[in-house]
């Protein structure tokens, strides 16, 4: 049986970001350890799944619902090198936006999704310490149906 929509929605976002620039395979699913203690590892990325609302507008179907799924992307920066924190998250959330808005057709490539809306992007969490380290949470509203029956389908 395949997984719920929405894990099959935060699965295509970690997979689209796997691979960046600057974070290139640093992306894992609801990472729950302090990255800056790896000394291999100067920016990474973490996926969180947020709420799941219902937005069904055609109370007529039976068989199909709508819900926007709210995906946090947490972006740590480790700064060994002299250019400020804020810009390296800028450059990231550039790769994130492309990475995800460069699949439009079907979103995701999933053809369930109808809609990817960028949310807000959090005031970064700088750390000034002997080796300057940053945190920053940006969010994606990702619309999808499925069925009212059947959460995998």
């Given amino acids: 049986m395949a997984d719920h929509r929405a894990e099959q929605v935060v699965q295509a976002i970690t997979t ?15 990472r729950i350890y302090n990255v ?6 100067n920016e990474a990325l973490s996926v969180f799944m947020g709420s799941d609302a219902p937005v069904s507008d055609d109370e007529s179907s039976w068989a199909i619902t709508s ?3 709210t995906v946090r992307i947490e972006i740590f920066v480790k700064s060994p090198s002299t ?4 810009q390296v998250m800028n450059q990231i959330r550039k790769e994130i936006t492309i990475a995800l808005m ?3 057709n079907p979103v995701l490539g999933l053809n369930f999704c109808e809609d990817i809306v960028e949310g807000e992007a959090e005031e970064p969490e700088i750390n ?8 920053q949470n940006t969010y994606w509203h990702i619309q999808y149906q499925r069925s009212r029956t059947d959460a995998s389908a």
């Fill in 102 to 104: 460069s699949n439009l």
């Fill in 83 to 86: 250019t400020p924190i804020s």
């Fill in 36 to 41: 800056d203690d790896d000394d291999n590892i």
């Fill in 16 to 30: 689209a970001l796997t691979g960046l620039a600057t974070t290139a395979s640093n992306v894992s699913r609801d």
């Fill in 128 to 135: 000034k310490a002997e080796q300057p380290t940053g945190l």
């Fill in 67 to 69: 819900s926007i799924l």
